[in-house]
């Protein structure tokens, strides 16, 4: 096999996927003119050329601009199964989605249109392309913990349709402790817990997130690599890294692919993932995340299913799942 044909043959668990990143500039508009809603560029292309990020603010500023276009529970559906169908091709058996209500009920969208769209999606992906998922509600971090409290209160009718709850949006100067209760809250409702830390923000955030959040996972966490005292920990502790090599590129956390931590992560015995975040923004599935990643940084085939087998361990489903997925990993070659 050639790598991209061995890459699409991994079994392989995204966890770092922000649904509404997914939404390609082509839907954006179909949908704007559908439900009537006027986005700020003149056309797919001019869309397209706006897509030059200086820093994770300026893509959250065009993020919100177009989620404005999502306005039906069929908008939510047919995003998440056009997400789907690219995740299937890529060879991805299991999904867990990030949503933000808060993007959504802010707009006068009812927070229950946003998860019975994604779930009827979810349903049908497990149908037609036999993939897996569970979603995540994400808080927002730029808006108080007060906010966040009163989304979860929206959540508490659903909560067995939810899975567990994550912290996104502008990082910094919005540390994890500003949401301690608000997730302590959420870890009493036994809701997993995961927290985006150490992709703008330092590296004390994932100390934050960890202590005072008691996260799952790390989403980025690249910075970690700053503190060795927290790498250690990090190996120690098996905590997964849910990293976003293409995102990380074109929101200037790394000034190129060569030259990302990924596979000094790797070697540092840190549970690295491989994942796309936005793709619809930063210019890759995850199936162009790990062969753009694997010629940058000239991976093995051997790391890369050590890569996927860290996705599927890490994944919040169970052993009788999981088993058969690391069973047909352990089937493919390393050389």
């Not at 390609?24 to 508009?29: A, H, L």
């Not at 006027?38 to 989620?67: H, N």
């Not at 990643?293 to 994944?315: D, M, V």
């Amino acid at each position: 096999m050639d790598l991209e044909t061995y890459i699409r043959a991994l079994p392989k668990a995204e966890l770092h996927l922000h649904i509404e990143g997914s939404l390609e500039p082509e839907m954006m508009f179909a949908l704007a003119q559908r439900n009537g809603v006027t986005l700020p560029w003149s056309s797919v292309e001019a869309t397209r050329a706006a897509y030059a990020f200086s820093d994770l603010q300026s893509f959250l500023d065009l993020y919100y601009a177009g989620a404005a276009a999502l306005i039906h529970e069929q908008d939510f559906y047919e995003l998440a199964m056009a997400y789907f169908t690219r995740a299937h091709a890529d060879g991805v058996v299991h999904a867990e989605l990030f949503f933000d209500p808060q993007t959504h009920t802010e707009r006068g969208v009812a927070f229950e249109t946003v998860l019975d769209g994604l779930e009827r999606a979810c349903d049908e992906a497990r149908v037609q392309y036999g993939i897996s998922s569970r979603l995540i509600l994400c808080f927002l971090r730029h808006l108080s913990e007060d906010d966040g409290f009163a989304t979860l209160e929206q959540a508490m009718l659903h909560l067995s349709r939810i899975h567990g709850v994550g912290l996104d949006s502008s990082e910094k100067g919005h540390p994890p402790s500003k949401f301690a209760r608000l997730f302590k809250q959420c870890r009493d409702l036994g809701l997993h817990i995961v927290a985006h830390a150490g992709e703008e923000g330092p590296p004390a955030y994932i100390i934050e997130a960890l202590d005072l959040l008691k996260v799952e996972r790390i989403d980025h966490g690249v910075r970690a690599a700053e503190d060795p005292a927290l790498v250690e920990r990090l190996v120690r502790e098996q905590i997964p890294l849910t990293v976003c090599p293409l995102s990380n590129i074109k929101l200037c956390v790394f000034p190129t692919l060569q030259g990302h931590n990924l596979k000094q992560l790797l070697d540092a015995g840190l549970k690295v993932t491989i994942n796309s975040d936005d793709p619809a923004y930063f210019g890759g599935y995850i199936g162009q995340n790990f062969l753009a990643t694997a010629e940058a940084l000239h991976l093995s085939r051997a790391e890369l299913k050590r890569i996927a087998r860290n996705s599927l361990e890490a994944s919040f489903v169970g052993d009788a799942e999981r088993t058969p997925w690391l069973a047909r990993l352990d089937a493919l070659p390393e050389d």
